[in-house]
């Protein structure tokens, strides 16, 4: 069972510290294999997911189904994120959307900001400013960013820079124990080789007993790692019981979740390139800190985003990335979530225009079904008799299909497939003719295929038609109640234009082209809204709807 939640604020001494994650007061440390797996006792979710620790899905169990502890990886904060980074967030977004939504668990999420390392002071070096103004700059352009691509925040955001004197205090946990040294450089590191068998549990990475250190480094062993780095001239420094320094990288993250989570922790994620040497080294680091078999019992790891054509991922590194500010100026965020969606949560994912041209003309389709049975539940779409029947257990077949994938390590790309499938059916139903034929209809089950499909992907953070561009303030609803009144003037001008109920043979072609002007004013107001972002449908000559369309695409053709 997970630990309680600790309550304290960021800012207490090291002391209080030491207490609140009870050092002394741990559990016995195991003397068995350090990849054996255990599996929690708690809340079982009903989702089996893949855990890296084991390489194979398990039942996802959590200590508490109304705080699931989760700590997830954030960013470095040194310039703007890209589609790699947004790829990563995005998807794990979802399975927390997914676990709240759908399985009824409350998620407690905790992100480490790594707001000082190398990065950070040689980038704010070259700009002249100092490494926290340079951080607090691209945090909040990075929480910007986020908020953009409907992330929802995390519950608490922790950063490195107000959490050192927790950091120290772990550190000196950690070489109480015999597990770390310091060095008459100021340096301290990790001695790996005391994991002995434990270590690699993530990877199957073991430290080579025969390994030794450049000529030029403190540690013991080549395969040690920084707890704690000695400050160098000029770069930006705090006090601890081994002299000036920063904090090394990988300490960060087991600090602050332990600050939060104790020495227990349900799910852990990042990156795949985080797996190894970072999550290993967090784990080693934790798992000695607080005398325990298993501190972490799921880790998940999302695939990279590559670039179409190659095998490299997008990374700033590669110099092949494109900044999310600028995906967005060309695509919506729902677009590039629905992308996210279409593959799994694991795997690599290629990047392209094509590949998001293809989100988007998904999306469109799945907006212009629901708009359809929308009019067809207001008699604004003739169509043929419904298979009502039919329908219904498609619908049923379909929301237990979703379930079942989304509880099978969270497969959105199946769940996706199975709602296309009812989308597909559900067209099909409503083919339109030129007559009204008469006879019963079938609104209602039209308006539950429309509640389900809407509720799935706002579960998904995924606005479908007219909802996607809800602005926050009363001037979405004066527009809507402005462009409703012009499209119902403009189809009472329409409706008169082709109205001759009396008229026959050549009167009737001479009134219909005395009227033709009014009919050229409505196509073109038509396809000036179009021009604003709106787009006017005619159903026949007895009903006109509307939709807003996304201004970043630019081929879409009025009245489609």
């Known amino acids: 069972m997970a630990s309680p939640l600790r309550t304290r604020s960021a800012g207490l001494g090291a002391s209080l510290f030491r207490a609140a994650l009870g050092l002394g007061r741990g559990r016995p440390k195991s003397t068995g294999r350090g990849g054996a797996w255990l599996r929690p006792t708690g809340h079982d979710t009903g989702v089996q997911v893949y855990n890296s620790l084991t390489g194979r899905k398990e039942p996802l169990v959590v200590g508490r189904a109304d705080a699931v502890s989760w700590y997830s990886c954030g960013p ?19 399975i927390r959307r997914i676990l709240t939504e759908v399985f009824g668990c409350s998620v407690v999420l905790v992100m480490g900001v790594t707001d000082v390392d190398d990065k950070i002071i040689r980038r704010a070096s ?53 597990h770390a040294y310091s060095t008459a450089k100021g340096n301290v590191y990790f001695d790996l080789r005391s994991r002995a068998g434990e270590y690699g549990k993530l ?66 994620s990042g990156g795949i390139d985080l797996a190894f040497p970072h999550h290993e080294n967090e784990i080693a680091q934790s798992e000695v800190f607080h005398q325990c078999r298993q501190w972490g019992n ?19 590194s590669l110099n ?87 509880a099978d390590d969270f497969d959105t790309s199946r769940a996706v ?68 009144e012009l499209v119902r003037f403009r189809l009472k001008v329409r409706q008169f234009a082709l109205a001759t109920p009396e008229a026959t043979g050549e009167a009737r072609q001479q009134r219909l082209q005395e009227r033709r002007p009014l009919l050229d004013a409505c196509d073109t107001l038509r396809q000036n809204l179009a021009a604003q972002g709106i787009n006017i449908k005619d159903r026949g000559s007895a009903a006109t709807t509307w939709e807003r369309l996304d201004p970043r695409v630019k081929c879409q053709r009025p009245g489609s």
């Open 298 to 316: 799921y880790f998940l790891h999302s695939g990279h985003l590559h670039v179409k054509g190659t095998e490299e991922k997008m990374s700033k």
């Open 417 to 484: 497939d199975a709602i296309l499938g009812l989308v597909h059916h559900g067209n099909q139903q409503l083919r339109v003719v030129t007559k009204d034929p008469g006879g019963p209809r079938s609104p209602a089950v039209f308006g539950a295929i429309i509640s389900f499909i809407e509720q799935f992907f706002e579960m998904a953070g995924i606005s479908l038609g007219q909802r996607q561009c809800v602005s926050g303030d009363g001037s979405t609803a004066l527009l809507h109640s402005t462009v409703d």
């Open 126 to 178: 070259e700009m002249n400013v100092t490494p926290a103004a340079l951080a607090s700059i691209y945090e909040e352009d990075f929480k910007q960013d986020m908020a953009a691509l409907k992330v929802q925040p995390p519950t608490v955001c922790l950063r490195v820079t107000e959490n050192i004197p927790q950091i120290i205090a772990f550190i000196e946990g950690i070489m109480a124990r015999g």
């Open 76 to 94: 470095t904060v040194y310039d703007h994120a890209h589609l790699g980074h947004a790829c990563s967030y995005v998807r794990f977004d979802l």
């Open 203 to 268: 990877v199957g990475v073991a430290p080579e007993a025969a390994s030794e250190p450049a000529t030029d480094s403190d540690k013991r062993h080549a395969s040690d790692f920084a707890l704690w780095k000695a400050a160098k001239p000029q770069e930006v420094f705090w006090a601890s019981p081994w002299g000036d320094g920063r904090p090394g990288w990988h300490i960060e993250c087991s600090a602050m979740a332990s600050l939060v989570f104790g020495s227990q922790l349900d799910i852990h």
């Open 320 to 406: 092949n990335y494109i900044t999310i500010k600028d995906f967005l100026q060309t695509f919506s965020p729902d677009v590039f979530r629905l992308f996210c969606m279409r593959s799994s949560y694991r795997s690599a994912v290629a990047y392209s225009d094509s590949t998001m041209q293809e989100a988007r003309h998904l999306l469109l389709g799945l907006a212009s079904f629901v708009e359809d049975a929308r009019a067809y539940m207001k008699g604004q779409l003739a169509c043929g008799p419904v298979s009502e029947d039919a329908l219904w257990g498609r619908l049923t077949s379909t929301k237990t299909a979703v379930r079942a994938a989304l």
